[in-house]
């Protein structure tokens, strides 16, 4: 089967570990005990239960939005590619993670923490039950392969919730399966933890993956989050290792195309790593299984065949920086913003309605698979019509996000029956081009600038090779993306490569924890704050503090502890 998550018999087992008076020891109703999923069944199970919380959901397709994998709302609203969009009145605390100016109190931080503890747990307790199964309580143990495998796709997915915390809060506590159901304190950096897990799961894992399964966790995955958390921790040798090694076993990116990462018919390809498996149409859960975390993002009101619900719109800011110059390459000195194109925003009358795209823009291709700007094809819908496709143009922008949207002609089989907008479209947490320009960040800080420039045009070079997008058998621009010839120094090859990143990986929620990792965010978000709030009233005079790195514990997390768990520094 495709997707490993749609057994979900095991899911309500969650809280046995923590039942220690007589009178919790009876057997819950519908619910399964310790005892019986001691047996192979049952930890396979637990395990599939565990990989069922990568799409952030549990009770319901809606309202995870905060904890989609993608990480569209801080990962990229809260850095300068998104807007939330929609009205200023919908989801209105998701206005406050844009300006930086969440409380304690504010629900997506909650669902997000709730979510990510909840898979913990899950991984938790398929290593409790695995372990008391080996050690010979329960029916047939695993054979020593088999119980070392689960080992490592337990830690690597607990792994992976941990990062999601911990990039957003610094500080939260780390429990694992024996301190499980006891309050921790949160007052260590647990990146080590989370690193010692990685390596565990690199060191078990196989690099193929069971038949018809292709969600499942391999060594390659556990490589590729390796390397990325050793580079969220500056180790860029390590990092650097554990990245080339999966550039090695995977197929030229050159030769793979762009597009193939955002097309529902060509998911698990060969660029996917890291995937968040989605199941929509045929699992009998009505979209439970599917991409709804990204449910909200589609274009609004008169487009077809999708219009809910208006919001993640790309800014004025990342439009821009699809600007190259005659010789195709970035305008890394920031000159992008200068004669910004805005699209048709700010005209009225006739010239709103006459408008027509400007065709002599020079624009890197990546533009038209990330953002749909009016007068130019979307996808397979037709031509993007402008304001009637936006809910609020003045609160969210002229554009719209294409990244996580499918073709009008995979609506009946890509989407969840009498609900078009949760859609079975994958979620690539990390994409071998990712992995590339991550290995090239390495490379600049281990002064290989050659590997540093190869891998960068590489990235390039494949994107030169998108087919273009025309109008009436036309460009819709001028088109024109080279690689670099060199790179002479360390900061100009530093400031390439995360231009880069911003270009190929803009909105897939990467952002905004690419620069606070780089400790740019302040400068990088209040000169943005200062262009983009000359267009949208609610981004001017915002500044950006040290504690905005982060964000607040949320604050029931720290009256259900009685005071063990603190507040995040800062707030």
């Known amino acids: 089967m495709k997707h490993i998550k749609n057994i979900f018999l095991f899911f309500l087992i969650l809280s046995f570990v923590s039942c220690k008076k007589d009178f919790l020891t009876l057997n819950p109703q519908a619910e399964l005990t310790a005892e019986q999923l001691t047996s192979q069944d049952g930890v396979e199970g637990l395990l599939v239960g565990a990989y069922g919380l990568l799409n952030g ?7 995870n939005y905060a904890a989609a994998p993608s990480q569209w709302l801080i990962g990229e609203v809260a850095s300068d590619n998104a807007h939330k969009g929609s009205s200023v009145g919908d989801q209105p605390n998701m206005n406050a993670i844009e300006q930086h100016a969440p409380t304690s109190t504010n629900d997506n931080l909650s669902l997000l923490y709730n979510r990510c503890f909840e898979g913990v747990q899950r991984c938790n307790n398929t290593l409790k039950i695995l372990a008391d ?19 490592g796709e337990a830690r690597l997915l607990r792994a992976h919730y941990y990062f999601f915390l911990v990039r957003v809060f610094k500080l939260v506590p780390y429990v694992t399966e024996a301190n499980s159901g006891t309050f921790v304190p949160n007052d260590k950096d647990i990146y080590p933890n989370i690193i010692d897990d990685l390596q565990f799961a690199v060191a078990n894992l196989n690099t193929t993956k069971p038949k018809n399964q292709k969600g499942r966790m391999d060594k390659y995955a556990a490589q590729a989050y390796l390397g990325k958390v050793l580079l969220y921790q500056k180790r860029y040798a390590e990092a650097y290792t554990q990245l080339n090694a999966v550039i090695l076993a995977k197929p030229d990116l050159t030769t793979l195309p762009y597009n193939d990462n955002f097309d529902i018919t060509k998911e698990d390809g060969p660029e996917s790593i890291v995937v968040v498996e989605n199941s929509v149409g045929t699992d009998g ?13 589609f274009p609004y009101g008169g487009a077809t065949p999708i219009n809910c619900c208006g919001f993640f719109q790309p800014t004025l800011d990342l439009a821009n920086s699809f600007k190259v110059n005659a010789a195709g390459i970035p305008l890394l000195d920031g000159s992008y913003r200068t004669n910004p194109y805005l699209s048709d925003l700010g005209l009225t009358g006739a010239a709103k ?25 979307y996808r397979d819908w037709g031509i993007m019509a402008g304001d009637s ?21 995979q609506i009946a089989s890509g989407t969840a029956p009498g609900s078009t907008n949760v859609t079975g479209l994958n979620v690539n947490l990390i994409r071998l081009a990712d992995i590339y320009l991550m290995a090239a960040e390495c490379a600049v800080e281990t002064s290989d600038l050659p590997r540093a420039l190869a891998l960068v045009n590489a990235v390039r070079l494949r994107a030169a090779k998108i087919v273009p997008a025309t109008i009436n058998g036309s ?15 360390a900061d100009y090859a530093r400031n390439a490569v995360r231009f880069e990143r911003r270009l190929e990986l803009a909105m897939e929620g990467h952002r905004f924890f690419d620069l606070v990792r780089w400790g740019i965010a302040k400068q990088t978000l209040e000169s ?17 503090e040290t504690r905005d790195e982060h964000f607040p514990l949320p604050q029931d997390q720290i009256d259900r502890s009685n005071g063990t768990l603190k507040q995040s520094p800062g707030y």
């Open 57 to 63: 959901n549990i009770n319901g397709t809606w309202g």
């Open 133 to 151: 199964l080996q050690a010979g309580k329960g029916t047939t143990k695993f054979a020593d392969a088999r119980a070392k495998e689960i080992q």
């Open 285 to 297: 859960t009505g979209g439970e299984n599917g991409n709804v975390g990204d449910m909200l993002n």
């Open 353 to 377: 309605t006459n408008y027509q795209v400007d065709r002599t823009l020079a624009l890197d291709p990546r533009i038209e698979s990330t953002i749909g700007r009016r007068g130019v094809p």
């Open 389 to 409: 496709w936006i809910r609020d143009a003045s609160n969210g922008g002229p554009f719209v996000a294409v990244k996580n949207s499918i073709e009008a002609s």
């Open 475 to 489: 460009a819709a621009a001028v088109y024109r993306v080279n690689p670099y010839p060199a790179f002479p120094n």
């Open 528 to 544: 943005y704050f200062t262009f983009e709030g000359g267009y949208f009233d609610y981004l001017k005079g915002i500044t950006f």
